[in-house]
C-alpha cells in the first residue's frame, strides 16, 4: 500500500523560504512508472499545480502556476522523498499544499495528508 | 494553458437523485480527465481517471463521460456519503488544471 507521509511547518513568516517534505511509502521516488507532484489549495478551496518530478533514466522536473519562479522541487533517493521550496513567501502562500502520486496511466491516485501553511508575522 | 471551468459550483439535491457536474475545457484534449472527491480537511480522493474508468474501490454509482471540451460526471441514487465538493483535473498537458469545484449538499 503505497502511503505518502508530508511533514513541515504550519506557519512561515513572511520573505523567508517555506520546505515541505512528502515521504513515499510502497513506492520508490526513482520509480519509472510514476511522476510526483506537488499542489496547493487556496482557503477558498481552489486547487493549484505546483510542479512535478520522475525519474526516465533521467531526472525531469517542471513547474508551473503563478508560483513557478520561487519554486524548488527536488528528490532525495537514500530517504526516498521528495521536497518542495517556496521561496520569498508571502500571504498569498497560504494555502493547504499536497503531495500526489501520477501513475504512467494519468490517475492521480496517492495524496499526502495535506499540510497546512500560513504565512504571517 | 488549458482552463477548466466547471459548473455549478454548488447544488442541492435529494437522496436517490441523479447529479450531473460538467467541466469544460478551453482546448480540446483526449483521454487525461480525472474526477476527484474531497471531503472538509481531507485530501482529495481519485473517482474516475482517463475520463471514465472508476478507480479501484469507488461505488458503480458514479460515472464519467465525455471527449473533446465536454467531461461530465454523474452520480446515479446520490447517498448521504456523497456529501463532498468535486473536482475535474486534465493531466492531458502541463501545468494541470483543475475546474473550480462543485460542492453537493443534501
Known amino acids: 500500500q503505497v502511503q505518502l507521509q508530508q511533514s513541515g511547518p504550519r506557519l512561515v513568516k513572511p520573505s523567508q523560504t517555506l520546505s515541505l517534505t512528502c515521504a513515499i511509502s510502497g513506492d520508490s521516488v526513482s520509480s519509472q512508472i510514476a511522476a510526483w507532484n506537488w499542489v496547493r489549495q487556496s482557503p477558498s478551496g481552489g486547487l493549484e499545480w505546483l510542479g512535478r518530478t ?4 533521467k531526472w525531469y522536473i517542471y513547474y508551473g502556476g503563478s508560483v513557478q519562479s520561487r519554486l524548488v522541487i527536488s528528490t532525495d533517493t537514500s530517504q526516498n522523498h521528495l521536497s518542495l521550496q517556496v521561496m520569498s513567501v508571502t500571504p498569498e502562500d497560504t494555502a493547504i499544499y499536497f503531495c500526489a502520486r501520477e501513475s504512467t ?3 492521480w491516485d496517492y495524496w499526502g495528508q495535506g499540510t497546512p501553511v500560513t504565512v504571517s508575522s | 494553458d488549458i482552463q477548466m471551468t466547471q459548473s455549478p459550483s454548488s447544488l ?3 437522496i436517490g437523485d441523479r447529479v450531473t457536474i460538467t467541466c469544460r475545457a478551453s ?3 483526449s483521454g487525461y480527465l480525472n474526477w476527484f472527491q474531497q471531503k472538509p480537511g481531507k485530501a482529495p480522493k481519485l473517482l474516475i ?3 471514465s474508468t472508476l478507480h479501484i474501490g469507488v461505488p458503480s454509482r458514479f460515472g464519467g463521460s465525455g471527449s473533446g471540451t465536454d467531461f461530465s460526471l454523474t452520480i446515479n441514487n446520490l447517498q448521504p456519503e456523497d456529501i463532498a465538493t468535486y473536482f475535474c483535473q486534465q493531466g492531458y498537458e502541463a501545468p494541470f488544471s483543475f475546474g473550480g469545484g462543485t460542492r453537493v449538499e443534501i
Open chain 2, 49 to 51: 481517471f482517463s475520463v
Open chain 1, 54 to 57: 520522475y525519474f526516465r533514466s
Open chain 2, 27 to 29: 482546448q480540446r484534449f
Open chain 2, 12 to 14: 442541492s439535491a435529494a
Open chain 1, 105 to 107: 496511466d494519468g490517475r
